[in-house]
């Protein structure tokens, strides 16, 4: 089994900073593309942002230019640096990743719990 495990999520003012962070834990064998989802009540998940095990990375237009995806491939972690926050990025954040457990053969999309970002105006 694969656990993802979020933090540094929080309330914050418009035009702050807020860096999110998940871990990866458990039997894994190997996890390849890594990203953040948020979502708010009545809408359906979006992605924020994605990363490849070799750093290649997707944003959401509504994010590019502000929020950086990075990882630690050492440490099974990804990153999300989010700067400027606007109200509208109010939402939880999801981590997901692409991963294979130890003896597995198929991979599988694994979610974390979610964290809450407020951004007050």
């Known amino acids: 089994q694969v656990q993802l495990v979020e933090s540094g999520g929080g309330l914050v003012q418009a035009g702050g900073s807020l860096r999110l962070s998940c871990a990866a834990s458990g039997s894994i064998s190997s996890i390849n593309a890594m990203g953040w989802y948020r979502q708010v009540p009545g809408k359906q998940r979006e992605l924020v942002a994605s990363?490849?095990?070799?750093?290649?990375?997707n944003y959401a237009d509504s994010v590019k230019g502000r929020f950086t995806i990075s990882r630690d491939n050492a440490k099974k972690t990804v990153y999300l640096q989010m700067n400027s926050l606007k109200p509208e990025d109010t939402a939880v954040y999801y981590c997901?990743?692409?991963?294979?457990?130890?003896?597995?053969?198929?991979?599988?999309?694994?979610w974390g719990q979610g964290t809450q970002v407020t951004v007050s105006s």
């Open positions: 990363i490849t095990t070799s750093g290649s990375t």
């Open positions: 997901k990743a692409d991963a294979r457990v130890v003896g597995g053969i198929r991979q599988y999309v694994y």
